[in-house]
């Protein structure tokens, strides 16, 4: 039986974002020394984990990521391009362009690096926000070309510490704003199923308009507390953070559909890294969602 060139597990510590970002009461090197006995091949990293961007300090990390057995196949990062003010939009540009620096010395060559398109800020149209995002996002474009860095679009749902949900959240919008950035083997989708659901859209019409671009992908279960709906979810907006409305669980036991998100992404001989984002319960559950990836992998990678 031939065994299709077949995409690589990364894990991402949901379950102690704020410890790292917001609190430092615990480091990178604390969750990189953890993460070992997990079933992964990579170790996803976010811009908030990071206290410096000192190339000493940068290339310690990338040794403790490799020295604990794992590559760092994407750096995920936030910026706000839709930001009203337009000095705080080149901020974003700027900042952008070091985290892709910071990209191609943990990963090198191949790396994605997470662009979103920005909040969507109530003073800000669909049109505004469509031009701010697409133009920033051609000029991080080429900028990380000639690195070799790979930026990947997400469907988002919202930064832990933004105050809005993404702009391009819905389809039709992020489609749009898809539709503006030519094709370029720097860019393309990251791809979050879960992130879907939140916005009232169907994960896998999603993934069909958008296959051919993925370069990297999300693997989670989102859900809705009991009673709550996704008018509730958007009437919270306006506050930092996450709604309480949302919950995370295990992969492979909520509303996606892996079965046909692997059918589709073999049939596309995707081949790129997908990541886990787990754990909000325990590390347990992550690895629980981790052997799930890995199953459904080995499932659907084999013709």
Wanted: glycine share 8%; net charge negative; with cysteine.
């Amino acid at each position: 039986m031939e065994i299709m060139e077949k995409p690589q597990i990364s894990a991402f510590p949901k379950c102690f974002l704020d410890q790292i970002s917001r609190d430092r009461t615990m480091s990178v090197f604390d969750w990189i020394a953890m993460a070992r006995n997990l079933d992964a091949d990579g170790l996803e990293m976010y811009e908030g984990f990071l206290v410096s961007t000192d190339l000493r300090y940068l290339d310690s990390v990338r040794d403790a990521i490799e020295g604990a057995g794992f590559v760092m196949p994407m750096l995920c990062c936030s910026p706000d391009f839709t930001h009203p003010d337009p000095t705080k939009r080149r901020q974003a540009i700027e900042y952008q362009k070091s985290m892709i620096r910071v990209s191609e010395r943990l990963g090198g060559p191949g790396t994605v690096c997470r662009v979103l398109s920005g909040q969507a800020w109530p003073q800000v149209s669909r049109e505004d926000g469509l031009k701010f995002a697409s133009q920033a996002i051609q000029e991080c474009i080429d900028f990380a070309a000639p690195l070799e860095i790979v930026l990947g679009l997400e469907n988002h749902y919202k930064d832990g510490y933004w105050h809005y949900a993404e702009f391009a959240q819905k389809k039709d919008v992020f489609l749009e704003l898809l539709d503006r950035i030519p094709h370029s083997p720097y860019f393309g989708v990251q791809y979050d199923p879960s992130n879907a659901v939140v916005a009232g859209d169907d994960p896998v019409d999603l993934l069909r308009s958008v296959l051919g671009r993925v370069v990297s992908m999300h693997a989670s279960d989102r859900y809705l507390v009991p009673g709550a709906t996704l008018e509730d979810l958007k009437q919270a907006e306006g506050s930092t953070g996450y709604s309480e409305l949302l919950k995370h669980g295990v992969t492979g036991k909520g509303l996606n559909d892996y079965d046909t998100i692997f059918r589709l992404l073999r049939e596309s001989k995707y081949s790129g890294w997908i990541s886990i984002e787990d754990g909000m319960n325990g590390m347990e559950e992550m690895q629980e969602s981790l052997q799930f990836l890995h199953s459904k992998v080995n499932e659907y990678y084999r013709v």
